[in-house]
């Protein structure tokens, strides 16, 4: 597509469910990461993705959190048993790989727990 | 603890005026980036520099990269309200995957 979509735009859910959040990057981008945006705290790195493989994921912050992508494209992020804590908003970004250029970021997705 | 300090963390400014913002570190970075957020939705890039002393243009915009690698500057001349919006700066190191580590931000406001 012509840019990172993400979706949902918006997630409510209570504590102590699973979240799954979607993204899909610009076609032929092999560089993917995944950040997360909390008030106050700036945009924290959680995950990259060189094509399928992530190979760094020194950035979750827990067991709770994981993350895969498959075909080279679509990335799920996955929470599990969600606490008041992970309440954020979820940004991911794409960028050719090997280029120092910047990324190009979805809209992030709004994940409050309850 | 954020590698990159951005100040002044917050700039109320009127049409016409100019702006400066500030991101520091105590470390060397291969590349650094700015980025503008409006409220609800991603970062969009503005500038990537690379080189030490690097200055580069965009219309009102200027963007300096100090001779270090250490730290920039954003330098906006007669601020319009279209440039309301959280400006990031963010550095990368060609050894860490890319990974970009970001300042906290500076929120700029343009009245008109």
């Known amino acids: 597509g012509a840019g990172v979509s993400q979706s949902p735009s918006n997630k409510v859910t209570e504590k102590g469910k699973d979240v799954e959040l979607r993204c899909d990057p610009i076609?032929?981008?092999?560089?993917l990461y995944w950040y997360r945006q909390s008030l106050g705290q700036g945009l924290e790195f959680l995950i990259y993705?060189?094509?399928?493989?992530?190979?760094?994921k020194s950035g979750l912050p827990s067991d709770r959190f994981s993350a895969e992508r498959t075909g080279g494209s679509v990335s799920t992020l996955t929470i599990q048993r969600t606490q008041q804590e992970d309440s954020a908003v979820y940004l991911c970004?794409?960028?050719?790989?090997?280029?120092?250029?910047?990324?190009?970021f979805g809209s992030g997705t709004r994940l409050t727990v309850v | 603890t954020q590698l990159l300090e951005q100040s002044p963390q917050f700039l109320s400014i009127q049409e016409g005026e100019n702006l400066t913002v500030y991101c520091n570190s105590s470390?060397?970075?291969?590349?650094l980036q700015w980025y503008r957020q409006e409220p609800g939705e991603g970062p969009v890039l503005l500038v990537t520099?690379?080189?030490?002393?690097e200055v580069k243009k965009l219309k009102r915009l200027t963007f300096q990269f100090g001779d270090a690698r250490k730290d920039s500057s954003l330098h906006i001349t007669a601020a319009q309200t279209g440039d309301t919006g959280l400006y990031l700066c963010?550095?990368?190191?060609?050894?860490?995957?890319?990974?970009?580590?970001f300042g906290a931000g500076t929120q700029v406001v343009v009245t008109p």
């Open positions: 963010a550095g990368a190191n060609l050894n860490s995957w890319g990974k970009l580590q």
């Open positions: 520099v690379v080189t030490g002393g």
């Open positions: 470390s060397v970075f291969s590349s």
């Open positions: 993705f060189q094509g399928n493989s992530a190979p760094d």
């Open positions: 076609s032929g981008h092999t560089a």
């Open positions: 970004a794409s960028r050719l790989e090997g280029a120092l250029g910047g990324y190009t």
